[in-house]
T-cell receptor
Framework: AQSVTQLGSHVSVSEGALVLLRCNYS??????LFWYVQYPNQGLQLLLK??????LVKGINGFEAEFKKSETSFHLTKPSAHMSDAAEYFCAVTTNTGGFKTIFGAGTRLFVKA | DAMVIQNPRYQVTQFGKPVTLSCSQTLNHNVMYWYQQKSSQAPKLLFHYYDKDFNNEADTPDNFQSRRPNTSFCFLDIRSPGLGDAAMYLC??????????????FGPGTRLTVL
């Protein structure tokens, strides 16, 4: 069965530093992967998605993620953190077990220090 | 702008008093989802509609029901809220279920408090 694991429930970076949020997936078929962001007291918003077209996926707000099949990873990065990036980030995968379903990881909360 | 709207944003109810949460969409999407999200946790899918077809998750309690009277609206009914049902409830939509069509668009959520 497909699943995602997000390493680190909390990540703290300084403003201007590299952001790296880790996501590893488990899938026996080519996966469809997503990163969503959730700001406090709001719904989730799609940052980017991997649909097997290109391994490096660019998203909104300067984020990008690279699909690495050999490492079964889909880590989210941003070269320079901004205070407004502080939020909860969820990695997700589409499963196909008894019908298609999106499975979310446990989430990583990003803190940005001034 | 096309969007997903949830009303109310904050709902307070009493233990055991039925409550209904509302979701509407202007995206004309086929699929509407209801998620429960507790603090610092991932959203947990309760059920979804594909058009009029209702799909309940196996572990969703019977206390939770849903209605979709038309394409645009979907309701979450909690028949007898318990303290453990206090959470953020998220509505989402997607064009379809299969990859390439299942990007989900979320509403802002309704935060439910049970007294």
């Amino acid at each position: 069965a497909q699943s995602v694991t997000q390493l680190g429930s909390h990540v703290s970076v300084s403003e201007g530093a590299l952001v790296l949020l880790r996501c590893n997936y488990s899938s026996s078929v080519p996966p469809y992967l997503f990163w969503y962001v959730q700001y406090p007291n709001q719904g989730l918003q799609l940052l980017l998605k991997y649909t097997s077209a290109a391994t490096l996926v660019k998203g909104i707000n300067g984020f990008e993620a690279e699909f690495k099949k050999s490492e079964t990873s889909f880590h989210l990065t941003k070269p320079s953190a901004h205070m407004s990036d502080a939020a909860e980030y969820f990695c997700a995968v589409t499963t196909n077990t008894g019908g298609f379903k999106t499975i979310f990881g446990a989430g990583t909360r990003l803190f940005v220090k001034a | 702008d096309a969007m997903v709207i949830q009303n109310p944003r904050y709902q307070v109810t009493q233990f055991g008093k039925p409550v209904t949460l509302s979701c509407s969409q202007t995206l004309n999407h086929n699929v509407m989802y209801w998620y429960q999200q507790k603090s610092s946790q991932a959203p947990k899918l309760l059920f979804h509609y594909y058009d009029k077809d209702f799909n309940n998750e196996a572990d969703t309690p019977d206390n939770f029901q849903s209605r979709r009277p038309n394409t645009s609206f979907c309701f979450l009914d909690i028949r007898s809220p318990g303290l453990g049902d206090a959470a953020m409830y998220l509505c989402a939509t997607s064009l379809g279920l299969s990859p390439g069509y299942n990007e989900q668009f979320f509403g802002p959520g309704t935060r439910l408090t049970v007294l």
